[in-house]
């Protein structure tokens, strides 16, 4: 089983939709969660960590489901420039582990 | 805001030839990384560096690698012998803490060894 496990998409979606992604994990051991988003041939940048209780930033909602280890993140009303890729990172010790990423492109 | 740089932002090599990828990280940050991404696949760990030594390595790491922080602002990643292989766009990453804390990239070098 892969480490860290993301659908590659592409989701495509209207602008205004809602759409959510999510990431599965191996590690139980895992402590730290967090999404990046990468634009095509940039680096990743961070979107928001990931926090047991759930979090909310603006329109980005992260969840954690320890015991299924999964994660996932929820963007309401879309916008064209959410365009990107969406990486999942787990880190159990010091080393971050990736996802390859779920792809979403927000239509007009 | 303070950010992370990368030089150069794009290196063609010879296959053999030596190259040295250059970083300064965020200056109150501790810890540094370098990662690699071969075009189309995902982001992937090389090597953590705190306190002046590596911390943490992976496979992908091997003897042509080595990484030193010559002074006190760069951080820089030597490939001693460039294979086909190694051609990717390379991230150094730094973070205040532990590579469980948050990490902030820099735009990256595009190596391509031909």
């Known amino acids: 089983r892969k480490e860290v496990e993301q659908d590659p998409g592409p989701f495509n979606v209207p602008e205004g939709a809602t759409v959510a992604f999510n990431c599965t994990y191996s590690?139980?051991?895992?402590?730290?969660f967090f999404w990046y988003r990468q634009d095509c041939r940039k680096e990743p940048k961070l979107l928001m960590s990931?926090?047991?209780s759930g979090n909310e930033d603006g329109r980005f909602t992260a969840q954690l489901n320890r015991a299924s280890q999964y994660i996932s993140l929820l963007i309401r009303d879309s916008k064209l420039s959410d365009s990107a890729t969406y990486l999942c990172?787990?880190?159990?010790?010091?080393?971050?582990?990736f996802g390859r990423g779920t792809s979403l492109i927000v239509h007009p | 805001e303070p950010e992370v740089t990368q030089t150069p932002s794009h290196q063609v090599t010879q296959m053999g030839q030596e190259v040295i990828l250059r970083c300064v990280p965020i200056s109150n940050h501790l810890y540094f990384y370098w990662y690699r991404q071969i075009l189309g696949q995902k982001v992937e760990f090389l090597v953590s560096?705190?306190?002046?030594?590596?911390?943490?390595k992976s496979e992908i790491f091997d003897d042509q690698f080595s990484v030193e922080r010559p002074d006190g602002s760069n951080f820089t990643l030597k490939i001693r012998s460039t294979k086909l292989e190694d051609s990717a766009m390379y991230f150094c990453a730094s973070s205040e803490a532990s590579g469980r804390e948050t990490q902030y990239f820099g735009p990256g070098t595009r190596l391509l060894v031909l």
């Open positions: 590690n139980s051991a895992s402590q730290s």
């Open positions: 560096f705190y306190n002046n030594e590596i911390s943490e």
């Open positions: 990172v787990v880190a159990g010790s010091y080393i971050p582990t």
């Open positions: 990931v926090y047991s």
